[in-house]
T-cell receptor, first 116, second 116 residues
Framework: DQQVKQNSPSLSVQEGRISILNCDYT??????FLWYKKYPAEGPTFLIS???IKDKNEDGRFTVFLNKSAKHLSLHIVPSQPGDSAVYFC???????????????WGLGTSLAVNP | EPEVTQTPSHQVTQMGQEVILRCVPI?????FYWYRQILGQKVEFLVS????????KSEIFDDQFSVERPDGSNFTLKIRSTKLEDSAMYFC??????????????FGNGTRLTVT
């Protein structure tokens, strides 16, 4: 089951620079996308989300871009900080018109290391 | 900030034994979930629960699995007869509303289940 793919298992960036994490999906029924961050020995923490009716959502240093035609989304972190070092998961849902909380389909994650 | 708490953090059991994984969701949340992550694999949806009944379950959630909300605060996952392949990190999550756009899932830190 490869409905949500994060093709880069790891990424390393310098503090202050931009981190770009990518995610591709195959299921055209997905209409809501989320990014979660996970530190070791902790559960995933919600970071930012985007509905399929938008192409961009911004929250502070975090911006998610959605390209529906390419079935691709990306998370931009700028400027990157050492505390951002974590595993980032892309997840998608086919929520339907009511936006119902449905099961999330997850990517394998990308481990981000931000070097001081 | 309110948290989802899970106990125990690590459970070791022998194959064929029953285990109960416990979760205390955020107090005013109404929707509850179990996910699991086998080492090196994706986070997988198991089950969602609302209004004292299962609202959705995956093909993984077979007759060996059950969920219960025995009182106003706990949400449990029972595996009746554990198999080696049940070894995984089990995450409980809760959300306050039905719609993903305003009620993202909040996850606990997980219970690592090891079946020997």
């Amino acid at each position: 089951d490869q409905q949500v793919k994060q093709n880069s298992p790891s990424l390393s960036v310098q503090e202050g620079r931009i981190s770009i994490l990518n995610c591709d999906y195959t299921n055209s029924m997905f209409d809501y996308f989320l990014w979660y961050k996970k530190y070791p020995a902790e559960g995933p923490t919600f970071l930012i989300s985007i509905s399929s009716i938008k192409d961009k959502n911004e929250d502070g240093r975090f911006t998610v871009f959605l390209n529906k035609s390419a079935k691709h989304l990306s998370l931009h972190i700028v400027p990157s900080q050492p505390g951002d070092s974590a595993v980032y998961f892309c997840a998608a849902s086919a929520s339907g018109n009511a936006g119902n909380n449905r099961k999330l389909i997850w990517g394998l994650g990308t481990s981000l290391a931000v070097n001081p | 900030e309110p948290e989802v708490t899970q106990t125990p953090s690590h459970q070791v059991t022998q194959m064929g034994q029953e285990v109960i994984l416990r979760c205390v969701p955020i107090s005013n949340h109404l929707y509850f979930y179990w996910y699991r992550q086998i080492l090196g694999q994706k986070v997988e949806f198991l089950v969602s629960f609302y209004n004292n009944e299962i609202s959705e379950k995956s093909e993984i959630f077979d007759d060996q699995f059950s969920v219960e909300r025995p009182d106003g605060s706990n949400f449990t996952l029972k595996i009746r007869s554990t198999k080696l392949e049940d070894s995984a990190m089990y995450f409980c999550a809760s959300s306050g509303g039905r719609a993903l756009y305003n009620s993202p899932l909040h996850f606990g830190n997980g219970t690592r289940l090891t079946v020997t």
